[in-house]
Nanobody
Framework: QVQLVESGGGLVQTGGSLRLSCAAS????????MVWFRQAPGKEREFVVG????????YYADSVKGRFTISRDNVKNTVYLQMNSLKPEDTAVYYC????????????????WGQGTQVTVSS
């Protein structure tokens, strides 16, 4: 069982930065691939970025490539999302999720989800 809690969201101006955190409970965190999704009002949840359990592999959506960076600390049981050069279209609720080995775009593949954290980018 893994419980995920996101934090770090907020209001930022266009071009600004935020760092989201996703703290995981459980001693098996290091065995899980971790991802970030986001959901804007009236839109479907979309994949942002994923990272393998070891941190050695990552997969970014084209919309965030070069601006967002995922990282993880398996000692602190936390995954991070550093978001730079934010745009109004990045406004969404951001969710972290975990799966045993998968870190792609298929939502049903994820066993565990956090409650989400709101990111709002003003123009």
């Amino acid at each position: 069982q893994v419980q995920l809690v996101e934090s770090g969201g907020g209001l930022v101006q266009t071009g600004g930065s935020l760092r989201l955190s996703c703290a995981a409970s459980g001693r098996t965190f290091s065995r899980y691939a971790m991802v970030w999704f986001r959901q804007a009002p009236g839109k479907e949840r979309e994949f942002v970025v994923g990272m393998s359990w070891s941190g050695g592999s990552t997969y970014y959506a084209d919309s965030v490539k070069g601006r967002f960076t995922i990282s993880r600390d398996n000692v602190k049981n936390t995954v991070y999302l550093q978001m730079n050069s934010l745009k109004p279209e990045d406004t969404a609720v951001y969710y972290c999720a975990a799966a045993r080995s998968y870190y792609g775009v298929e939502i049903p593949s994820y066993e565990y989800w956090g409650q989400g954290t709101q990111v709002t980018v003003s123009s």
